[in-house]
Nanobody
């Protein structure tokens, strides 16, 4: 079982930056692939970024590529999402997820953190 707690959300001006963090419980954090999804009001939840258990092979949704960076620190059981140039992002709740190695879907979800981009 893994519990995920997100933090770092808030209000940011268009063009600004924000860094989200996700703290995971459990001693097996390094065996999970980790990622971020987001959901805007009235919209489907969408994939944002993911990173493998080893920290290699990060990949991103096309809409955030070049502006967002996902990273993880296995010794601290944390994963981060650095978001820069927040211009076109919708206001959304960002969710941290964990997936078993080899799983094609997320197995655990955090409760989410709200990110509001003001124009």
């Amino acid at each position: 079982q893994v519990q995920l707690v997100e933090s770092g959300g808030g209000l940011v001006q268009a063009g600004g930056s924000l860094r989200l963090s996700c703290a995971a419980s459990g001693r097996t954090f390094s065996t999970y692939n980790m990622g971020w999804f987001r959901q805007a009001p009235g919209k489907e939840r969408e994939f944002v970024a993911a990173i493998s258990w080893s920290g290699e092979s990060p990949y991103y949704a096309d809409s955030v590529k070049g502006r967002f960076t996902i990273s993880r620190h296995n010794a601290k059981n944390t994963v981060h999402l650095q978001m820069n140039s927040l211009n076109a992002e919708p206001t959304a709740v960002y969710y941290c997820v964990a997936a078993f190695i080899g799983s094609s879907t997320a197995n655990y979800w955090g409760q989410g953190t709200q990110v509001t981009v003001s124009s």
